[in-house]
C-alpha cells in the first residue's frame, strides 16, 4: 500500500485541517502590525480582480461597493482598531446612515470583502484547470493558480484573515470558502470516477484539505515577507509532490 492509499479518519482530516487557519491568521496579523508587505490600494485591488473576472470600477460602482473600497483604504491607514465607520463613510462619499443599510457593524464590513474575493476565485480555478487534461497537469495547475492569488492579493487576504479573526465574523469563514470546497470536492469526484485518484478519498473532506494546505503553503512564502524565488521554487515542488501522493496520483 502507497503513502497515498492509506485511510485517513474523518477526525484525523479535521484535526489537520484546523492547523492551518491559525497560522494563516497569525501571519496575517505580523503582516498588518508590521506594514512591511507592498499596499495596493482599494481601487487597485478591485481593479486588479478584472484580470480573472469582470468587475465594475468606477463612477457605476453601488454603494456598498464603494463602502467596500473605501474600508479596505481606512483600515490600512489607520488600523482595524482605529478606523471608525466615520472614517469609512468619509471616504466612501455616503452618509453614515448609508453604511448601517449594508453593515451592521465596523468590521460586518469584512466577510463582504473576503465574499468577493471568494467569488472571482471559483470561476478562475475552474477555467485554469479545464485548460488542462491531464490529471498531473490540473494539480500542478491548481497549486500555481493559489500561490500566484496569494502572492497578488496578499494585502487583502491578510486584512480580511485578521479581521475576521478579531470578531465573532470568524465563524462564516467556513461558509464564505464553501464554494470553492464544493468545486473542488466536484472536480475530485469527477476524477475519482474517471479511476485518476484513488478509489477511497473522501472529497469533500480532501477539498478542504488541499485548499488549507495550497492556501498556508503558498502565504508562509509571501505573508510573513517576499520570499527569494528559489525557495518559492522549492515550497512548490514539494506541495505538488505531497498533493499527487495524498490523492494517489501516480507519476510516469
Not at 100 to 116: C, G, N, T
Not at 203 to 210: D, R, T
Not at 211 to 236: P, R
Amino acid at each position: 500500500m502507497s503513502y497515498g492509499e492509506l485511510p485517513l479518519s474523518h477526525m484525523m482530516l479535521d484535526h489537520i485541517y484546523s492547523l492551518f487557519r491559525p497560522a494563516r491568521i497569525y501571519s496575517s496579523l505580523i503582516l498588518l502590525f508590521n506594514n512591511e508587505a507592498p499596499i495596493l490600494t482599494n481601487r487597485q485591488f478591485f481593479v486588479k480582480l478584472t484580470d480573472i473576472q469582470s468587475f465594475k470600477v468606477g463612477d457605476d460602482v453601488s454603494k456598498r461597493e464603494k463602502i467596500m473600497l473605501a474600508a479596505i483604504d481606512a483600515f490600512k491607514e489607520k488600523g482595524i482598531e482605529k478606523t471608525t465607520i466615520s472614517d469609512i463613510v468619509k471616504a466612501a462619499g455616503v452618509a453614515q446612515g448609508t453604511y448601517y443599510l449594508y453593515f451592521p457593524s465596523k468590521l460586518s464590513v469584512m466577510p463582504a470583502i473576503a465574499e468577493h474575493l471568494i467569488s472571482q476565485m471559483v470561476p478562475a480555478i475552474e477555467k485554469e484547470l479545464t485548460q488542462h487534461a491531464d490529471v498531473l497537469d490540473q494539480a500542478d495547475a491548481l497549486v500555481e493558480f493559489i500561490f500566484s492569488f496569494t502572492r497578488q492579493y496578499r494585502d487583502v487576504l491578510a486584512l480580511t484573515y485578521s479581521g475576521l479573526a478579531a470578531t465573532e465574523h470568524l465563524k462564516e469563514w467556513e461558509d464564505i470558502y464553501e464554494p470553492i470546497y464544493k468545486w473542488v470536492a466536484a472536480f475530485l469526484e469527477k476524477a475519482k470516477q474517471d479511476k485518476r485518484v484513488r478509489a477511497n478519498l473522501n472529497c469533500q473532506y480532501a477539498a478542504k484539505f488541499i485548499i488549507g494546505l495550497l492556501e498556508s503553503s503558498a502565504e508562509q512564502m509571501y505573508l510573513f515577507t517576499e520570499t527569494d524565488t528559489e525557495e518559492v521554487l522549492i515550497q512548490k515542488r514539494e506541495v505538488k509532490q505531497f498533493l499527487l501522493y495524498a490523492l494517489g496520483i501516480e507519476t510516469p
